[in-house]
Every structure is written in structure tokens, then in C-alpha cells.
């Protein structure tokens, strides 16, 4: 198995529900994030956790990135309607990969993923927005 391959992966509520819309709520998924980091499973370049989606730039540890995502998308579930009072699934099934060219920008990539919030018009200066998060900052 290879290891630190860059990849960008991305996933998107049921229905794109703005389930990731409250404070709470994103912040629990940026937990999860940040525990498959400590974990050892990723390194975490970039991310955005939008209202309905959220987008993650890694360098892949020991796991494949569909394993990584499965994890993530679980516990995030998990305690997500534990907060929110609901069960059943939140996230659509699968999710969107890119595998980074060994060339690629990767700075240029994890920017495109911060400014998802301003492109959406959901704030005027990505600055304003909470959920997200690049090592180069």
C-alpha cells in the first residue's frame, strides 16, 4: 500500500440537508477530522465543512481514503444525531476523490477548498467564516 498520497475527498449530506449548518454540528465533524489525524490514518492539508457538504485535502496514511471517509462519515453520524436528536443516515452514500498529480499545486487546491464559503456567498472574506482550516495558515 502506498503511503502520503495526496487526495482530496469530499462528501455531501442526504438530500443536502443543511444538517452542518449549526455551530455544534460542524464543529463535531471537524472532531472527526482531526481524530483520524491523531489517529495516524491522515495528515489534514485543507479543509471546509459547509452547511450540506464538506471538502478535506490529506496526504493518506496507512489507509485508503475510502476507508478514511467511511470512518469519518460513521462517527460523524454517530454523533451528530446524537446532538441533533435524529437517527438514520446523514451523509449520501460514497463520495467524490481526486487524487493530486505529483505536479499539482497543492496550495493552489487547498485554497480553492477554503474559498468554497465565499464562492457560495456565504460570507464576503473567507476569514469570516469558522469551519475551515489549512496548514499553510
Not at 471537524?30 to 485543507?46: F, H, K
Not at 476523490?97 to 474559498?115: F, G, H, K, M, T
Request: aromatic content about 6%.
Amino acid at each position: 500500500m502506498q503511503h502520503n498520497r495526496r487526495q482530496a475527498g469530499s462528501s455531501t449530506t442526504l438530500h443536502r440537508a443543511p444538517l452542518l449548518n449549526e455551530l455544534q454540528s460542524a464543529r463535531l465533524l471537524v472532531a472527526q477530522l482531526r481524530q483520524a489525524q491523531d489517529e495516524g490514518a491522515a495528515q489534514s492539508l485543507a479543509w471546509v465543512v459547509m452547511p450540506d457538504h464538506f471538502h478535506w485535502l490529506v496526504e493518506l496514511g496507512p489507509v485508503s481514503l475510502k476507508t478514511l471517509m467511511r470512518r469519518v462519515k460513521s462517527r460523524s453520524t454517530l454523533a451528530i444525531n446524537r446532538l441533533q436528536g435524529r437517527s438514520g443516515r446523514l451523509w449520501q452514500k460514497g463520495f467524490h476523490d481526486r487524487a493530486l498529480r505529483r505536479e499539482e499545486n497543492v496550495q493552489a487546491v487547498a485554497r480553492y477548498i477554503v474559498l468554497n464559503p465565499k464562492r457560495a456567498g456565504l460570507v464576503e472574506r473567507i476569514g469570516d467564516y469558522s469551519h475551515w482550516d489549512a496548514i499553510w495558515l
